[in-house]
């Protein structure tokens, strides 16, 4: 595994593999490595010949009261669970070199980026699709993975790769989830033991929208009522959202319909979780 | 030469010339071409083994009272133009292909948008970086070369490749003028025999100001009213700007420096006209 710091050099390293006819595949990440990370190296390993992790803490998708300082960070533990997956690459730049002054130019994805999680950070996903779009360009990946865990990102990556005709697979790999549920998250470290222990209700109040589903329930507002209650019964919980919508769009559904999903963010202390499950497939 | 309607299409034949190690060279076009298309062709050229021009006259780049409907077109033309001038493929897709529903990604350079010609035309230049980046990644150049007559929009695009890191040199090719000295522009049918007549001022107050600064002015505010006057004498003018600016950030400027230009918008009727010269070249 080579760690590349400098664009020019992984220009010149992937170009080689490129000229080999080799398929190169691209994890994007913020670094502080978990399973769920790990998980999407599997993925791009069973899609490409080379894999690529990027690990930047991209500054434009936070705002300025989010975590963005206090983000938890550990390359010398990274670089050793990605070299253990098989990373073959992991491209960890300053983010001098990914901003350079003066920086102007940003991708936004009008309404899509302006519910869900856009609603408490209206900048976000416009950091996101930037530094996404940054590394396309950078790595040229033909196939690149993301975590289902941040479905509204998965999403609006889908449509930003189909609207400016990126020549590039996108792959969205399930949520891996702690043995009681959590979802994995690199921001679970926050969580006091309190509020650790409460936390996996999220979980289990989207397994009992799935199964509210399953005996026939179809009316939105009455499973996200439902959600609310049992994630409420938590008392250290704080509800951001709990929304029920359409997997291409993000809009609100109301009654549930093959693509119909629900998403929430909570809020424990100062953490805020999210996660989302599928209350209806869409078939192909 | 071969005339390429879908991106599929694109995609296939160019993936041919890439395989074979051949510099694609693009130039973006909206049609109606003239002398001025056309030696970008011929920069294009000097610089690549292939040169694809694109004709698209791109809706999102008109505002809701500009002239999209009335926009002139002649494909018929373009082709025999191009063909003549040695482009190997046009790509000349439908607006429905290069926009289909539902559409939600912009590419923005925040205030670089929103000075000289973006004051008027506020959602002109969110237009242009999203059409030139999609164009970017359909056909993959090497090399994209776009007009100096342009050079609000030229300035912008080097910001967005150098911001989102697209892997593509771009080339700006000098304006190519009318013997009077009007800029050509596919805009200038519109004009009336006598606005015809009395749009050479605007280059002719453009070189008065390149000499007074040969003289030894510097002064940005005075030359600027002295280019504004000279546009006056001829009575069907009404200007939208006169701004001396840098080259770089396309901030006004007090004093001329390396990098220093003045941009031009003058309407004669309904037409609006746009022009520029450098006033102190950069040295390298």
Chains 1, 2 share one sequence.
């Not at 533990?77 to 920086?103: H, N, Q, S, T």
């Not at 999680?117 to 990946?141: D, E, M």
């Not at 891996?176 to 109040?205: C, F, K, T, W």
């Amino acid at each position: 595994m080579q760690i590349l710091t400098k664009i020019d050099e992984v220009r010149r390293e992937l170009d080689k593999a490129c000229q080999n006819g080799k398929k190169i595949g691209l994890v994007p990440t913020m670094g502080y490595l978990h399973e769920g990370h790990l998980s999407l190296v599997d993925t791009a390993r069973q899609n490409a010949d080379v894999v690529v992790m990027s690990i930047f803490v991209n500054p434009t998708q936070f705002g300025p009261n989010e975590d963005l300082a206090r983000y938890p960070r550990d390359f010398a533990r990274d670089e050793k669970l990605a070299r253990e997956r098989g990373v073959d690459y992991i491209f960890y730049p300053e983010v001098a070199a990914m901003y350079p002054e003066p920086y102007f130019t940003y991708i936004v994805t009008e309404q899509m980026a302006k519910v869900l999680c856009g609603v408490s950070r209206p900048i976000h996903f416009r950091g996101v699709t930037t530094i996404v779009a940054k590394l396309f360009n950078i790595i040229q990946p033909d196939v690149a993975v993301f975590g289902q865990k941040d479905a509204q990102q998965a999403i609006i990556i889908r449509q930003m790769v189909r609207d400016l005709n990126f020549p590039i697979n996108i792959i969205v790999a399930p949520i891996v989830r702690e043995p009681d549920g959590l979802a994995m998250s690199s921001r679970n470290v926050y969580l006091a033991p309190e509020e650790r222990q409460q936390a996996p209700v999220i979980h289990r109040a989207l397994v009992e929208a799935v199964r509210a589903v399953a005996q026939g329930q179809t009316n939105a507002g009455e499973i996200a009522e439902q959600i609310r209650r049992t994630i409420l019964t938590t008392p250290l919980a704080r509800i951001d959202y709990v929304e029920i919508v359409d997997d291409r769009t993000l809009l609100p559904v109301k009654i549930v319909a093959p693509g119909t999903f629900v998403a929430v963010a909570v809020y424990y202390g100062k953490t805020r979780l999210i996660d989302n499950i599928s209350l209806k497939e869409r078939e192909f």
